[in-house]
């Protein structure tokens, strides 16, 4: 087989086109705001546009709360996982599927939304979602599983429509936030990666994460071309 230096050419710019478009989508946890977790997270963003020519939006929840934001609320008694009703999910799923993005980034209440998002992705109920973005990967860090969408949830997991999207569930085993039982239920609904670490209730930015963030999206990303 003789090997055509346009096709090679060619086939260059197609790879350099699609890692120039990779575009991640950062969901903040609740009462945090965008550019609040934004400055928490420089150095992932730094690896994301060095490493893949990512372009990242932090967005900001449609609610108030205290200074910062939230994707939902309920009553003082309860909290996301238990809560029998996450009043506002669904505005703030519509805002979110407005947006253009490749890859999940999210964090505590954010990583859950994000969860319900990808569960939703393929479903065929959001063909508005299926028609502007293909989903890559994701990862979350600092969930807990929403048992109001349990339902939601699980006919994505029965169905095998979250299995399909790449997803690393990052959990800290000294959570006080988001039991890590709770967050590897969540991880199981996927068929996720999981990523343990002795901290708490954060997102990991050291050195050692990075590395590892860095090989689960190339490998993410090269599986689905």
Not at 59 to 71: E, L, M, Q, S
Not at 140 to 161: E, F, H
Request: hydrophobic fraction near 45%; glycine fraction near 8%; include cysteine.
């Amino acid at each position: 087989m003789r090997y055509s230096p346009i096709f090679g050419a060619f086939f260059l710019v197609i790879m350099i086109e699609s890692v120039r478009s990779l575009k991640v989508l950062a969901l903040h946890g609740s009462g945090n705001t965008g550019m609040g977790w934004k400055a928490r997270m420089e150095p992932v963003v730094s690896m994301l546009e060095t490493q893949f020519s990512a372009t990242v939006e932090f967005a900001d929840a449609p609610f108030p709360k205290g200074n910062g934001r939230c994707w939902w609320t309920f009553t003082h008694e309860e909290r996301s996982m238990n809560a029998k009703r996450l009043v506002g999910l669904e505005e703030s799923l519509a805002s979110l599927r407005d947006k253009q993005w490749d890859v999940l980034l999210g964090h505590s209440q954010g990583a859950m939304i994000a969860g319900i998002l990808l569960a939703t992705e393929r479903s065929g109920k959001n063909t508005a979602v299926d028609r502007n973005k293909h989903p890559r990967a994701a990862i979350l860090s600092g969930a807990a599983y929403p048992q109001a969408a349990d339902s939601v949830l699980q006919d994505a997991k029965r169905r095998g429509i979250a299995s399909r999207i790449a997803s690393l569930h990052v959990i800290g085993a000294a959570d006080t936030v988001n039991p890590p039982t709770s967050a590897r239920r969540l991880a199981n609904v996927f068929d996720a990666q999981v990523l343990e670490h002795p901290g708490g209730h954060v997102f990991p930015t050291g050195d050692g994460a990075l590395e590892i963030y860095q090989t689960f999206l190339r490998r993410a990303l090269a599986s689905q071309g």
